[in-house]
C-alpha cells in the first residue's frame, strides 16, 4: 500500500490553464482538466448523496472470471451500502458493499447473495475487501470473499451474465443504496485473483499494469471533475456526475501500512 504522510498534510491544488487542441480547425475540445488536486496518499471521502461513475472498457461479463478490491472505511453499518456496482441496467450485474448488515456480494437484478460475512467487521476502521469469481474445472462458479486478506465465504451461485455497461462507486445509481465513509485503492479486474495475490492488493504491491486489471484507482488526486485511472486502460471515474455537491472530497488516507513514497 502507499505510505501513510503525516496526517496534517494538506492536499496540494495545482491549477493549470484548460488544455484545448484546435490545430484541425474545428471548435476548441473540453477541457480535460482546468485544475489537479493531489496528494502523496489520498484517500476518497464519500458524504451523503456522493457517488463516482467510470469507464467499463475491458471489464468482465457478470458470470466471467473476476475480481474487485479495495480498502474501506464505512462509518456505520446500517442499511444497504453499495461500495461498487457493475451492472448492465438493473438486469445484470453485481454489487459489493454492505448488504442486512454484512459485507457481501450480491446480484444486481435480485436473487441470493453470492458470499457473505457472518458479522459486520469493526465500522470506523480500514479494512481490504475483495470478490473474486472463478469457475471451476466443471465450469461451476465458484465465489470467494476476503477481508483484511482472509478469505471469510465462499460461494457457488450462479451470477448473472450480461456484460456491464455502467459501473458505480459509492452508490447503486446516483440515488439508492450510498455509501458513507472512505475509500481507496480501488481495483477492478477481469481474471480472478489467488488468494496471494488479493495479500499483493492489501500490501500495494500489485503493480498499476498487471495482467488482468482493468481499472485502478489509486485515489492520489483529482482532475477536474475526474479520479484518472491508472492502469492505461482509459476508465477514469468522474465524480458526482460533474454536480459539485455529490462529488467525493480527496482526503490524507490513513490506511493501515500505507507509505507515500509509492
Same mark, same amino acid.
Given at each position: 500500500?502507499?505510505?501513510? $504522510?503525516?496526517?496534517?498534510?494538506?492536499?496540494?491544488?495545482?491549477?493549470?490553464?484548460?488544455?484545448?487542441?484546435?490545430?484541425?480547425?474545428? *471548435?476548441?475540445?473540453? %477541457?480535460?482538466?482546468?485544475?489537479?488536486?493531489?496528494?502523496? =496518499?489520498?484517500?476518497?471521502?464519500? /458524504?451523503?448523496?456522493?457517488?463516482?461513475?467510470?469507464?467499463?472498457?475491458?471489464?468482465?461479463?457478470?458470470?466471467?472470471?473476476?475480481?474487485?478490491?479495495?480498502? !474501506?472505511?464505512?462509518?456505520?453499518?446500517?442499511?444497504?451500502?453499495?461500495?461498487?456496482?457493475?451492472?448492465?441496467?438493473?438486469?445484470?450485474?453485481?454489487?459489493?458493499?454492505?448488504?442486512?448488515?454484512?459485507?457481501?456480494? +450480491?446480484?444486481?437484478?435480485?436473487?441470493?447473495?453470492? !458470499?457473505?460475512?457472518?458479522?459486520? $467487521?469493526?465500522?470506523?476502521?480500514?479494512?481490504?475487501?475483495?470478490?473474486?469469481?472463478?469457475?471451476?474445472?466443471?465450469? @461451476?462458479?465458484?465465489?470467494?470473499?476476503? !477481508?483484511? /486478506? !482472509?478469505?471469510?465465504?465462499?460461494?457457488?451461485?450462479?451470477?448473472?451474465?450480461? @456484460? %456491464?455497461?455502467?459501473?458505480? #462507486?459509492?452508490?447503486?445509481? /446516483?440515488?439508492?443504496?450510498?455509501?458513507?465513509?472512505?475509500?481507496?485503492?480501488?481495483? #477492478? +479486474? =477481469?481474471?480472478?485473483?489467488?488468494?496471494?495475490?488479493?495479500?499483493?492488493?492489501? =500490501?500495494?504491491?500489485?503493480?498499476? *499494469?498487471? %495482467?488482468?486489471?482493468?481499472?485502478?484507482? *489509486?485515489?492520489?488526486? #483529482?482532475?477536474?471533475?475526474?479520479?484518472?485511472?491508472?492502469?492505461? =486502460?482509459?476508465?477514469?471515474?468522474?465524480? /458526482?456526475?460533474?454536480?459539485?455537491?455529490?462529488?467525493?472530497?480527496?482526503? $490524507?488516507? @490513513?490506511?493501515?501500512?500505507?507509505?507515500?513514497?509509492?
Amino acid at each position: 500500500m502507499k505510505a501513510l $504522510p503525516a496526517r496534517a498534510l494538506a492536499a496540494l491544488a495545482v491549477f493549470a490553464p484548460a488544455c484545448t487542441d484546435t490545430s484541425d480547425g474545428g *471548435d476548441a475540445e473540453a %477541457p480535460y482538466e482546468s485544475s489537479t488536486e493531489s496528494l502523496p =496518499n489520498g484517500a476518497l471521502e464519500f /458524504g451523503t448523496g456522493d457517488f463516482a461513475t467510470t469507464g467499463t472498457a475491458g471489464f468482465p461479463t457478470a458470470n466471467t472470471p473476476q475480481a474487485i478490491s479495495l480498502w !474501506v472505511q464505512y462509518a456505520t453499518g446500517s442499511g444497504t451500502q453499495v461500495f461498487l456496482s457493475l451492472r448492465s441496467d438493473f438486469a445484470s450485474g453485481v454489487n459489493l458493499g454492505i448488504h442486512d448488515g454484512q459485507i457481501a456480494a +450480491w446480484p444486481v437484478y435480485p436473487g441470493p447473495v453470492l !458470499v457473505a460475512t457472518s458479522t459486520l $467487521p469493526t465500522a470506523g476502521a480500514w479494512h481490504h475487501v475483495a470478490f473474486v469469481l472463478d469457475r471451476t474445472d466443471a465450469g @461451476t462458479p465458484s465465489e470467494a470473499l476476503y !477481508v483484511d /486478506g !482472509v478469505a471469510v465465504a465462499t460461494g457457488a451461485a450462479a451470477p448473472d451474465k450480461l @456484460t %456491464p455497461l455502467a459501473s458505480w #462507486i459509492g452508490s447503486l445509481d /446516483g440515488t439508492n443504496d450510498d455509501f458513507a465513509g472512505e475509500m481507496d485503492e480501488i481495483r #477492478i +479486474w =477481469n481474471v480472478a485473483r489467488t488468494s496471494a495475490q488479493i495479500q499483493d492488493d492489501m =500490501n500495494g504491491t500489485t503493480p498499476a *499494469d498487471a %495482467p488482468g486489471l482493468a481499472a485502478y484507482f *489509486d485515489c492520489d488526486s #483529482i482532475h477536474g471533475t475526474r479520479v484518472p485511472d491508472v492502469s492505461g =486502460n482509459g476508465n477514469d471515474a468522474t465524480l /458526482g456526475g460533474g454536480d459539485p455537491a455529490r462529488m467525493p472530497s480527496l482526503v $490524507p488516507s @490513513t490506511v493501515p501500512g500505507a507509505s507515500a513514497d509509492e
